[in-house]
């Protein structure tokens, strides 16, 4: 089940990432994808902000792994620049996913091999104007059931038909 919505600005990527991650757990995996630009690091921020990190957060880009010391802690990753899989190990990567850490991997889906296959999976896109994104939301695995409806609710009420006055059905396809 994917759920979606649209940002009109980072304020409001930021705003979704606050409110995604006061529904993560200790031991949760988002992966964020979308093209460079698109507020995978914005929204990054915000779910630091929901674990109670205060330490700035800075795009871990050039250094692949950032760590945070938060109630929840915060492991912020991005893969756009690692050429092997084995530099992830070498990074610690595996001792630092899961325990009591909630990661978050900038273009995770290429590393999805060495991810737990219960992950909540974010898409940034594009929209019809330069500051709009659409997200895309998907639960993977069983620590999500009991998590779905909250998450509905986080992304808000599903973008429907404009209310006013009844003209009968738009198309019929
Ligand atoms: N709706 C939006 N959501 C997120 N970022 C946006 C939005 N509109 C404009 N931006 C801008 O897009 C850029 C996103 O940067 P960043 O989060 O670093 O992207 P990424 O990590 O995906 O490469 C920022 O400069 C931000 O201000
Ligand atoms: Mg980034």
Redesign the pocket.
């Known amino acids: 089940m994917t759920l979606r919505t649209?940002?009109?600005?980072?304020?409001?990527?930021?705003a979704l990432g606050q409110r995604l991650g006061a529904l993560l757990r200790p031991g949760d995996v988002v992966v964020?994808d979308?093209?460079?630009?698109?507020?995978?690091?914005?929204?990054?921020?915000g779910i630091a902000v929901a674990l109670g990190v205060t330490d700035p957060v800075v795009?871990p880009?050039f250094t692949v792994v950032r760590e945070y010391d938060a109630p929840t802690p915060f492991v912020h990753v991005?893969v756009?620049r690692l050429d092997h899989l084995q530099e992830l190990h070498d990074l610690g990567f595996d001792d630092l996913v899961g325990g009591d850490a909630v990661t978050v991997v900038?273009w995770g889906e290429r590393v999805s091999a060495v991810l737990p296959s219960d992950r909540l999976r974010v898409l940034?896109e594009p929209?019809a104007d330069?500051?709009?994104?659409v997200v895309s939301v998907d639960a993977a695995g069983t620590t999500w059931g009991d998590r779905r409806d909250a998450l509905g609710a986080a992304l808000g009420p599903a973008p429907g038909p404009a209310p006013g006055p009844a003209s009968g059905a738009a198309g019929g396809g």
């Open positions: 649209t940002t009109r600005d980072a304020a409001e990527t930021h964020l979308g093209d460079l630009g698109t507020g995978k690091t914005v929204m990054a921020k795009s880009t991005d756009y900038e940034l929209g330069d500051d709009e994104r």
